[in-house]
């Protein structure tokens, strides 16, 4: 059974192109996130939802939109896709999102190139 | 913004060696946690510490969070190959939101 699913795990695409990346979390958590990770291996927060709520929105380009259509899933759409937007995104899932031992659940990952 | 630096950045190390992996930051925060990702795959908790100077044991493991709760180290000792990967540190506010410091990438080789 898979903690926290993400799909596609390999996107390759075109500069100007538009992409989603499904993330979705079987845990029954209240908190979801997206974080990017570049080739440095940096990991960077975007955006923390709470029972759909936006919660934590980092500066991020607002070509990024999240969408919660429930606590289950946070889904990453972008738009006008950049070169600089190559990465891995990940997904992860928390109990609450507030206490300050919970630990983060994250997914496999979902390699975006974009050309 | 909280920033966590880790040191050293590459290590790469014969097994059965020991090694220590730091992660200092100017700002204090409310607990620490480490991560271990393997290639391909996503962080994995290995511990949270709470208290100043509280320390915890995991097999070879012993991470250490410092007394003014603005740095923590991981030391490992007798390296294996298994234990080749991404080490990150995250340190926690007192609303619970994570900055993760920039990672230090163990190789241990047989």
């Known amino acids: 059974d898979t903690a926290v699913s993400q799909t596609p795990k390999y996107l390759v695409t075109q500069m100007g192109n538009d992409k989603s990346i499904k993330c979705e979390q079987n845990l029954g958590h209240d908190t979801m996130y997206w974080y990017k990770q570049d080739s440095k291996k940096f990991l960077k927060i975007m955006f923390s939802y709470n029972n759909k709520e936006l919660i934590i929105n980092e500066t991020v380009p607002n070509r990024f939109s999240p969408k919660s259509p429930d606590k289950a899933h946070l889904n990453l759409h972008i738009n006008s896709l950049e070169l600089g937007d190559s990465a891995v995104y990940f997904c992860?899932?928390?109990?609450?999102?507030?206490?300050?031992?919970?630990?983060?659940?994250f997914g496999p990952g979902t390699r975006l190139l974009v050309l | 913004t909280q920033l966590l630096e880790q040191s050293p950045q590459f290590l790469s190390i014969q097994e059965g060696e020991n090694l220590t992996v730091y992660c200092n930051s100017s700002?204090?925060?409310?607990?620490l946690q480490w991560y271990r990702q393997e290639p391909g795959e996503g962080p994995v908790l290995l511990v949270t510490v709470v208290t100043g100077g509280e320390v915890k044991k995991l097999k070879r493991l012993t991470f250490q969070f410092g007394d003014a709760r603005k740095d923590s180290s991981l030391h490992i000792t007798a390296a294996q190959p298994g234990d080749t990967g991404l080490y990150l540190c995250a340190g926690a506010n007192n609303a619970g939101k994570s900055t993760f410091g920039d990672g230090t990438t163990l190789t241990v080789k047989p």
């Open positions: 992860a899932s928390s109990h609450s999102g507030t206490a300050i031992q919970e630990t983060q659940y």
């Open positions: 700002s204090v925060f409310s607990s």
